[in-house]
Nanobody, 126 residues
Framework: QVQVVESGGGSVQAGGSLRLSCTVS????????WAWFRQAPGKEREGVASIVTSTSITYYADDVKGRFTISQDGAGNTMYLQMNSLKPEDAAMYYC???????????????????WGQGTQVTVSS
């Protein structure tokens, strides 16, 4: 059984930093998109960043480029999202998701992801 668990959310002031972690267990494919999505109240869930596990190729949403960094550990079962220069508009519930690259679609196509964590809250005060 696949388990996806996020951690590291919290409250920071604008300009601050947080690092989110995501641990995946029970997943057997080796070439996957690991991704972070976020959802603010009243808004759709949107892709933030993704990493291809076999190549470490990364993708970012335009509004987080240069501020957020996605990475994975050497063992391939933990993913991180380093968030710097946080803005109030970054506040949201952040979700980790994983899927096989071979299932097609783009990294930010949330309908393609079949394994999700429960989310971790990020609050940014101005």
């Amino acid at each position: 059984q696949v388990q996806v668990v996020e951690s590291g959310g919290g409250s920071v002031q604008a300009g601050g930093s947080l690092r989110l972690s995501c641990t995946v267990s029970g997943y057997t494919f080796t070439t996957n998109y690991w991704a972070w999505f976020r959802q603010a109240p009243g808004k759709e869930r949107e892709g933030v960043a993704s990493i291809v596990t076999s190549t470490s190729i990364t993708y970012y949403a335009d509004d987080v480029k240069g501020r957020f960094t996605i990475s994975q550990d050497g063992a391939g079962n933990t993913m991180y999202l380093q968030m710097n220069s946080l803005k109030p508009e970054d506040a949201a519930m952040y979700y980790c998701a994983v899927r096989w690259v071979g299932s097609g679609g783009t990294w930010f196509d949330r309908a393609k992801y079949n394994h999700w964590g429960q989310g971790t809250q990020v609050t940014v005060s101005s």
